[in-house]
């Protein structure tokens, strides 16, 4: 599958943000189906994480340097998006009290 459209880094960080928050869900359903749980799809996403890596030393466009940043990017926003949405649900209200 080839996905190609543009992206800014704001766009590109939204979009990975909205698939952590969906991510925490299609990992609630899992564990209520008794599909396996969180470390499972966690291992997925390292191993995700880690081709991408890999095809950038193998000297495949883009750079080292880009790749690990979007990696990391990906990675931050994803995981933000997971816990907003876990904090979300559970009915975390920040400071109020």
């Known amino acids: ?5 543009p992206h800014t880094l704001g766009s590109f960080c939204w979009q990975y943000f909205a ?3 969906g991510a925490y869900h299609f990992h ?4 209520a189906r008794s599909l396996g749980g969180l470390a499972r799809g ?3 996403h390292l191993r995700l994480s880690s081709r ?3 095809s950038a030393i193998d000297g495949t466009r883009p750079t ?6 979007l990696v990391t990017a990906f990675e931050v926003t994803n995981l933000t998006g997971f816990v907003y ?6 009915g ?6």
């Open 28 to 31: 609630r359903l899992r564990r």
């Open 52 to 54: 991408l890596m890999t």
């Open 42 to 44: 966690l291992s997925d």
């Open 85 to 90: 949405e876990l904090l979300t649900r559970r």
């Open 1 to 5: 599958m080839f996905h190609a459209h």
């Open 19 to 21: 698939h952590g928050r």
């Open 64 to 69: 080292r340097a880009q790749t690990l940043a």
């Open 92 to 97: 975390y209200r920040g400071g109020d009290s």
